[in-house]
């Protein structure tokens, strides 16, 4: 696993450190999670828009 740093407003950091508390994982986790989740979408909507252009996906 590699570490990483990110800068986030104060708002969405508060958000992030209650919901770790309120689901019993780290913040890191909830990233983790969080960022997957983005990578799988994205990665499934650019197939659709290849295949939509008759690329190969």
């Known amino acids: 696993?590699?570490?990483t740093t990110i800068f986030l407003p104060d708002t969405l950091h508060e958000a992030?450190?209650?919901r770790a508390f309120e689901e019993r994982t780290s913040m890191g986790e909830e990233i983790r999670r969080a960022?997957?989740?983005?990578?799988?979408?994205k990665g499934k909507k650019q197939v659709?828009?290849?295949?939509?252009?008759?690329?190969?996906?």
Do not use: D, I, S
């Open 1 to 3: 696993m590699k570490r």
């Open 16 to 18: 992030l450190r209650t």
């Open 48 to 57: 659709a828009k290849k295949k939509a252009r008759g690329r190969p996906a």
């Open 35 to 41: 960022v997957e989740q983005y990578l799988t979408r």
